[in-house]
């Protein structure tokens, strides 16, 4: 059974930070691409930056200089960091991770709430 838990997220004031953590366990064969999710109340979930196995990254302009995401391969664990926070940037924080277990899927956190208050 493969999960992927997060943590890290909570209520921060605007320009504040935090760090966001996911965890991959389980009988994992590999992990191919690792990645941060963000959906808020009536929009659409969207990526937030996504990293390879060999640490090449991928993060939409939104968040360009303020989010950076890294990587543990050891750990199956994936970071992100948050800084100059927005309330814009309110939202549930999901992981997703390609890998291979029995099968090469996706596979889905349950989710972080991040709260930024002006």
């Known amino acids: 059974q493969v999960q992927l838990v997060e943590s890290g997220g909570g209520l921060v004031q605007a320009g504040g930070s935090l760090r966001l953590s996911c965890a991959a366990s389980?009988?994992?064969?590999?992990?191919?691409?690792m990645g941060w999710y963000r959906q808020a109340p009536g929009k659409q979930r969207e990526l937030v930056a996504g990293i390879t196995h060999s640490g090449n990254t991928n993060d939409p302009d939104s968040v360009k200089g303020r989010f950076t995401i890294s990587r543990d391969n050891a750990k199956n664990t994936i970071y992100l960091q948050l800084s100059s926070l927005k309330p814009d940037d309110t939202a549930v924080y999901y992981c997703?991770?390609?890998?291979?277990?029995?099968?090469?899927?996706?596979?889905w956190g349950q989710g972080t709430q991040v709260t930024v208050s002006p």
């Open positions: 389980g009988s994992i064969g590999s992990i191919n691409v």
């Open positions: 997703d991770a390609e890998l291979l277990a029995r099968v090469l899927r996706d596979y």
